[in-house]
């Protein structure tokens, strides 16, 4: 399957040249020159992966973002001219799976986008009969899904990574840079808070009283318990 980047910058020599390294490697590229038209593209061309600008005209990434929020199977690399951990954990917190300040080493983009597009590759196949599950809460690692009570749940991908490692390794204690390698697979900028962030997404989504799965190891990092407390 064709990987499909969507890159919305409004400086057009910046979109240009990602999308001419992605195209490159073999990805089909689209651009957007704003917020509005980034909105658009994601609802017409839907890509697997968003390389997104914050500083956008007509509609920040931030808010792009919000409005992006109920989605699935869509990994989200955030860029700014910024260096500021504020920015870093309001994008992680509106659902980005990554973050890279301007100005940027293309390879590095590429090589974060590759390892985006390798978690997010969908399959068509029938659900897949390997699953972990907890009481009501049932994840299928191959079909990249988690359902709770028979209903699915709207998960970012590294929302879905972390959890399908937790349910898969119950009563496993990961430390959070365990966790930002294993999950991430690179030096992240955004440091263990980003762990946090997606430990704090993923209770808030299971809710009562799920979200008790996953427990905090103070001082260590955190584990999922076998059992509905």
Request: hydrophobic share 40%.
């Amino acid at each position: 399957m064709t990987v499909k980047v969507l890159v919305a910058d409004d400086e057009q020599t910046i979109a240009n040249a990602i999308a001419y390294g992605l195209k490159r490697e073999g990805y089909t590229v689209e651009t957007a020159a704003d917020g509005e038209e980034a909105l658009r593209k994601a609802d017409s061309f839907e890509p697997h992966v968003l390389v997104l600008d914050v500083m956008m005209p007509r509609m920040n990434g931030f808010d792009v973002c919000r409005k992006l929020e109920n989605r699935k199977n869509l990994g989200i690399l955030l860029l700014t001219v910024k260096n500021d951990m504020v920015d870093k954990i309001l994008g992680l917190e509106l659902g980005a799976d990554d973050y890279m300040t301007k100005p940027f080493d293309l390879r590095e983009l590429i090589a974060r986008v590759k390892a985006l597009a390798r978690r997010l590759q969908k399959t068509e196949s029938e659900p897949d009969p390997v699953s972990f599950k907890v009481a009501e809460l049932v994840i299928y690692p191959e079909q990249r899904s988690a359902y709770l009570k028979g209903e699915a749940l709207t998960l970012t991908p590294k929302e879905f990574d972390l959890l399908a490692l937790f349910i898969s390794h119950l009563k496993r204690v990961y430390t959070r840079e365990e966790l930002l390698d294993l999950v991430w697979g690179m030096e992240y900028e955004g440091g263990t808070r980003t762990v946090d962030i997606h430990v704090q997404r993923l209770r808030t989504k299971l809710g009562e009283p799920y979200q008790h799965l996953l427990q905090t190891v103070y001082g260590v990092g955190y584990k999922a318990i076998g059992e509905v407390p």
